[in-house]
């Protein structure tokens, strides 16, 4: 069984990196009040353990490049498959 949490907003995601220990993280990249770089850098500072999975709508090949030079365990373009995105998520967390 899995303990989740989830944060309506960037600052509530930024609350609870800060102050909770968590095994995976998965991290939209275009937030609304803020870069999920930063919530990224925050996850490897305060977790550096944590796997991270990133889902995005990006398709710019050299900016995911660089996105993943920066640390998530994985990069999902959007749409996705569920059931596969679920297979990542449980590998992950296997690990």
């Given at each position: 069984m899995y303990h989740t949490d989830t944060a309506q907003d960037f600052?509530?995601?930024?609350?609870?990196?800060?102050?909770?220990?968590?095994?995976?993280?998965?991290?939209?990249?275009?937030?609304?009040?803020?870069?999920?770089?930063?919530?990224?850098?925050?996850?490897?500072?305060?977790?550096?353990?944590?796997?991270?999975?990133?889902?995005?709508?990006?398709?710019?090949?050299?900016?995911?490049?660089?996105?993943?030079?920066?640390?998530?365990?994985?990069?999902?373009?959007?749409?996705?498959?569920?059931?596969?995105f679920y297979k990542r998520i449980n590998h992950h967390l296997a690990?």
């Open positions: 600052k509530a995601a930024e609350h609870l990196i800060s102050t909770q220990m968590f095994d995976l993280v998965v991290l939209d990249s275009a937030l609304p009040e803020g870069k999920g770089a930063h919530l990224m850098a925050l996850v490897h500072q305060h977790a550096p353990e944590a796997a991270i999975v990133r889902v995005s709508a990006l398709t710019d090949l050299q900016l995911i490049r660089n996105l993943l030079f920066r640390g998530p365990a994985e990069h999902s373009n959007r749409p996705f498959d569920l059931m596969a690990a």
